[in-house]
């Protein structure tokens, strides 16, 4: 109802009230005393030409004279009169004539005093009308934005003069809306906490109109539910959204209102429908728009809303089956004039292909939401999902991600919101992830400029991190540098005190582990790898660091090229290569398993680690239980068979600690070991070929073929010594090894037996080695007997006069007893050979009569015989042949063809 229309029913109201009350008058003032009532008298002769003026056939100049009287005439009422009960009616009779007078300003100030009169309980229509009339034009003045927060309480208090005056229901329903209109637009004007009290209001008026149902009047209830769907909208919230998509749809099934309206309210379900996941509703409503020709500007919109409605509710089929990449949806996204909206429907259908596996497709659509809106925050959230498309395609070779990337970057890295940020980084952080499959060093240069603290997912920063760390530290391993160093150490120590529940912190400290070992700060190392060891067992890395622990307990070796040194253990040290390496054999059977928990085919434990466990437990083994070590070494070789030259050089060594209970197999396998691996042979310590070559010897002296092999291994073991010079016997400077006075005699007697007197193809001979033991020996009866060597040597040689004299040297040193006898036989087997048979007798006959010793006597006695027959004295001869007889029976030997048997070959070599 129009405010024309109101005012004209309210001015014919007191018309009517005033011709009712004064009819019973007459007669009940014949039945009373006539009184005066001024105050009821002059009010009726204001009215009366109140009346007059408005009666038919009145000129419009009387009738404006009358009626300028009579608002005199009221208004004097009013101020003589200003508590009587007519006074509402004669204000309002004032106001009626002043709007006939067109002197609207008076009318307004007569209605605002009789509004003034404010909410109360009597009824009083002409009130309710007057503050209607003031408050409805105050409120459309106050809609076209002169509005303060004061004027609009004014204009709500003047609604509420109306609710509490009127008594017609029509009246104070119109009333209510209105009020709620205003308490809306106060709303508009406020912030905070007024503007939701204000908004709270408009909706409990509403509310309360709502609930009248059928008593509401037709054109206020027609439009209540579009208005009150709008306010509920202003107030926002998920709530108030859903009550407004009700009363939306309250409205347009109502069928009131104008096009223009329920247009309006079409596209605010449509809008909310999509917002709540109902993707149906929605694409109802967006359907609907297209009969109001006001909205054909909204078609993009309603593409867009729809595709995210069903978007929201999940139904990706439903998307993908309506714009298929070969549909060409970009001629679609072309129709769609708004930039903003263009780049959010390009990047939901990129979304849409990306989870159907299209990511060639899904690329296109980014690009097109980004280059629809490049530069801005909407543009890097798309550029950055076209460079994880690239990224994805870039895995088949599909893609180029680097370039992708390096655009991306050039043109986002100025943003500075949060969000944009965390894209930058997150580009970054794929960009350096691909360029670690080419090179730690590039992928290092965008780890660095990638700034984890800006990236909103704690786990994608915490993997950027770790692999910052992963190629930092393979970067430094490749080109060592201060500067890098302490960076490494920095970032280290940092993951492993911030990230103590990152799934890649055992990986981090197995890194710190070896980037410490690496500065030979083994302690610290040591530490870094028991803290995988003691806290992340099931971790993947957990083999490899007791792996790494073990062996930096293990001493290190003086040179690459260096055997392995098994008496170099450090108590602590050697305790816990122990304990690690032992734990890690433990796990060598142990199958491995994937993320879900299935087996993988392999055991966690390869055959080369297992070959090193079992290799470096032997060598720990080594000191403190030679069998097991052996057990060991054996068990290395038959693991991994490139260890088999490692445990054949330990082996020879535990076979020589177990002394006799190893000698036949130390024997046997030092001449395959030297035979296989020549220069791991030459890095054996020297005491193993003595060891062997006095094992040889010992074995049986009497045999050549032993005493050969005594004197190859004495050689080798004095090889291994440090190299002197001295002058030999001609003046020539010349080089020998450095060794005591034993040495040299061990290695004389052995060439002795051996029958072997030259130097030759580097093998010391006897002549070099007895002369280098005659230059270092300083006891006497020593020093003879190594003259008596000396002299069995020169024999061999031919050198018989030399042998003689030599021997005759030894004898006036002043020895006695078999070392003078054997200086006897010597020179007589010189003498012998020279064919000088008498002297030969001569010095066999003085050992055979006056020495008691059996083999001297055995030998003397025999070699007298045949020196005796050799000169024609076979008598004598046959008497010395006899006594050895005699002498081989008391010593329980057999007669043989040579008597001489079971002697050392020095002894039998030239006389038979």
Same mark, same amino acid.
């Given at each position: 109802m129009s405010t024309r229309a109101i005012l004209s029913c309210l001015l014919a109201v007191p018309l009517t009230v005033a011709t009712a009350a004064p009819a019973g008058k007459p007669a009940q003032a014949e039945k009373s005393e006539l009184k005066m009532d001024r105050e009821q008298d002059t009010f009726t002769v204001a009215e009366t030409l109140y009346r007059q003026g408005y009666m038919e056939g009145q000129t419009p100049a009387m009738r404006d004279k009358i009626l300028e009287r009579a608002q005199v005439l009221l208004g004097n009422f009013v101020k003589e009169y200003p508590e009587s009960g007519l006074r509402s009616k004669a204000l309002y009779m004032q106001a009626t004539c002043l709007s006939t007078l067109k002197k609207e300003a008076?009318?307004?100030?007569?209605?605002?005093?009789?509004?003034?009169?404010?909410?109360?309980?009597? $009824?009083?229509?002409?009130?309710?009308?007057?503050?209607?009339?003031?408050?409805?034009?105050?409120? #459309?003045?106050?809609?076209?934005?002169?509005?303060?927060?004061?004027?609009?309480?004014?204009?709500?208090?003047?609604?509420?003069?109306?609710?509490?005056?009127?008594?017609?229901?029509?009246?104070?329903?119109?009333?209510?809306?209105?009020?709620?209109?205003?308490?809306?637009?106060?709303?508009?004007?406020?912030?905070?906490?007024?503007?939701?009290?204000?908004?709270?209001?408009?909706?409990?008026?509403?509310?309360?109109?709502?609930?009248?149902?059928?008593?509401?009047?037709?054109?206020?209830?027609?439009?209540?539910?579009?208005?009150?769907?709008?306010?509920?909208?202003?107030?926002?919230?998920?709530?108030? *959204?859903?009550?407004?998509?009700?009363?939306?749809?309250?409205?347009?099934?109502?069928?009131?209102?104008?096009?223009?309206?329920?247009?309006?309210?079409?596209? !605010?379900?449509?809008?909310?429908?999509?917002?709540?996941?109902?993707?149906?509703?929605?694409?109802?409503?967006?359907?609907?728009?297209?009969?109001?020709?006001?909205?054909?500007?909204? $078609?993009a919109e309603a593409g867009l809303e729809i595709i995210s409605s069903y978007y929201r509710a999940g139904k990706i089929d439903a998307i993908y089956e309506k714009y298929k990449p070969e549909t060409a949806p970009a001629t679609f996204l072309k129709e769609i004039e708004n930039d903003r909206q263009r780049a959010a429907c390009a990047a939901i259908l990129g979304q849409v292909y990306l989870q159907k596996d299209a990511v060639s497709a899904a690329a296109e659509m980014f690009r097109l939401s980004e280059s629809a809106v490049s530069g801005t925050a909407r543009g890097a959230d798309s550029g950055y999902r076209y460079v994880l498309c690239q990224h994805l395609l870039s895995k088949s070779s599909q893609g180029d991600i680097g370039e992708a990337a390096e655009a991306y970057l050039q043109k986002y890295s100025s943003l500075t919101d949060d969000k944009s940020q965390n894209l930058v980084n997150m580009v970054r952080a794929l960009y350096a992830d691909r360029l670690l499959t080419v090179s730690a060093e590039q992928a290092l240069k965008i780890y660095e400029v990638l700034d984890t603290k800006k990236l909103v997912d704690s786990s994608v920063a915490t993997e950027a991190e770790y692999k910052r760390i992963w190629c930092m530290f393979h970067v430094w391993s490749a080109s060592p540098s201060q500067k890098l160093a302490d960076a490494l150490e920095k970032y280290m120590v940092e993951f492993t005190a911030e990230r103590k529940h990152a799934p890649q912190l055992p990986e981090v400290w197995c890194m710190r582990g070896k980037f410490l070992y690496a500065q030979d700060r083994r302690d610290a190392a040591i530490q870094a790898y028991e803290e995988v060891i003691l806290s992340h067992k099931n971790s993947t890395v957990y083999p490899h660091c007791l792996q790494l622990a073990a062996r930096a307990c293990m001493p290190e070796q003086k040179a690459a090229s260096s055997r392995q040194d098994m008496s170099n253990y450090k108590p602590e040290y050697a305790a816990k290569a122990l304990k690690y390496y032992t734990a890690l054999l433990e796990m060598s059977n142990t199958e491995a398993k994937d993320s879900a928990g299935n087996p993988r085919g392999v055991t966690l434990i390869n055959s080369y680690a297992k070959a090193e466990a079992e290799f470096n437990l032997g060598c720990l083994y080594f000191n403190k239980d030679v069998a097991q070590a052996i057990k060991m070494f054996n068990a290395a070789a038959e693991s991994n068979v490139h260890y088999k030259p490692e445990v054949d050089y330990c082996l020879i060594q535990c076979y020589c600690k177990q002394g006799n209970e190893g000698k036949d197999i130390l024997l046997a396998s030092i001449q395959e070991f030297k035979k296989n691996y020549k220069e791991d042979y030459a890095k054996?310590?020297?005491?193993?070929?003595?060891?062997?070559?006095?094992?040889?010897?010992?074995?049986?002296?009497?045999?050549?073929?032993?005493?050969? *092999?005594?004197?190859?291994?004495?050689?080798?073991?004095?090889?291994?010594?440090?190299?002197?010079?001295?002058?030999?016997?001609?003046?020539?400077?010349?080089?020998?090894?450095? #060794?005591?006075?034993?040495?040299?005699?061990?290695?004389? $007697?052995?060439?002795?037996?051996?029958?072997?007197?030259?130097? !030759?193809?580097?093998?010391?001979?006897?002549?070099?080695?007895?002369?280098?033991?005659?230059?270092?020996?300083?006891?006497?009866?020593?020093?003879?007997?190594?003259?008596?060597?000396?002299?069995?040597?020169?024999?061999?040689?031919?050198?018989?006069?030399?042998?003689?004299?030599?021997?005759?040297?030894?004898?006036?040193?002043?020895?006695?007893?078999?070392?003078?006898?054997?200086?006897?036989?010597?020179?007589?087997? #010189?003498?012998?050979?020279?064919?000088?048979?008498?002297?030969?007798?001569?010095?066999?006959?003085?050992?055979?009569?006056?020495?008691?010793?059996?083999?001297? !006597?055995?030998?003397?006695?025999?070699?007298?015989?045949?020196?005796?027959?050799?000169?024609?004295?076979?008598?004598?001869?046959?008497?010395?042949?006899?006594?050895?007889?005699?002498? *081989? $029976?008391?010593?329980?030997?057999?007669?043989?063809?040579?008597? *001489? !048997?079971?002697?050392?070959?020095?002894?039998?070599?030239?006389?038979?």
């Open positions: 008076d009318k307004m100030r007569e209605l605002q005093a009789l509004a003034a009169s404010g909410p109360g309980s009597p $009824k009083d229509e002409y009130i309710a009308t007057a503050a209607y009339i003031v408050a409805t034009g105050e409120l #459309a003045a106050a809609q076209k934005g002169t509005a303060t927060e004061k004027k609009i309480d004014a204009i709500i208090k003047l609604f509420e003069t109306v609710e509490s005056r009127t008594a017609k229901p029509s009246y104070r329903y119109d009333s209510m809306y209105r009020r709620a209109r205003a308490l809306t637009l106060k709303a508009e004007l406020l912030q905070g906490k007024k503007r939701n009290e204000a908004y709270t209001q408009a909706a409990s008026v509403y509310r309360r109109l709502s609930a009248q149902g059928k008593e509401v009047p037709e054109n206020i209830a027609g439009v209540l539910p579009y208005t009150f769907g709008q306010l509920l909208v202003a107030q926002g919230g998920d709530e108030n *959204l859903k009550a407004a998509f009700d009363e939306f749809e309250r409205f347009i099934q109502s069928g009131y209102g104008d096009a223009s309206v329920r247009s309006v309210a079409v596209l !605010q379900a449509a809008r909310l429908a999509s917002k709540f996941g109902k993707s149906d509703q929605a694409a109802t409503y967006y359907d609907m728009l297209n009969q109001f020709d006001s909205m054909k500007g909204y $078609k054996l310590p020297k005491e193993i070929p003595a060891h062997c070559a006095a094992l040889w010897y010992n074995e049986d002296p009497n045999s050549v073929e032993m005493c050969t *092999l005594a004197v190859e291994y004495y050689n080798d073991a004095l090889a291994r010594c440090k190299q002197e010079s001295y002058t030999s016997d001609d003046g020539q400077t010349a080089n020998r090894p450095v #060794a005591d006075s034993r040495e040299w005699y061990k290695l004389a $007697k052995a060439c002795l037996e051996a029958g072997i007197y030259a130097s !030759q193809d580097h093998q010391i001979g006897g002549l070099d080695a007895v002369n280098h033991y005659l230059s270092l020996e300083t006891d006497t009866q020593r020093k003879a007997v190594g003259m008596g060597m000396k002299a069995g040597m020169l024999i061999g040689t031919g050198q018989y006069e030399e042998a003689i004299k030599l021997c005759d040297e030894a004898g006036n040193l002043g020895v006695s007893g078999p070392t003078l006898s054997r200086l006897r036989l010597i020179s007589g087997d #010189a003498g012998y050979l020279m064919g000088n048979y008498d002297f030969a007798a001569e010095r066999y006959a003085v050992v055979a009569n006056f020495d008691r010793d059996n083999n001297l !006597q055995r030998e003397s006695c025999y070699k007298l015989a045949c020196a005796l027959r050799k000169s024609g004295k076979v008598a004598e001869a046959e008497k010395y042949e006899q006594m050895l007889k005699e002498k *081989l $029976k008391a010593m329980d030997l057999k007669e043989t063809d040579n008597p *001489l !048997q079971g002697l050392p070959p020095s002894v039998t070599r030239h006389i038979k």
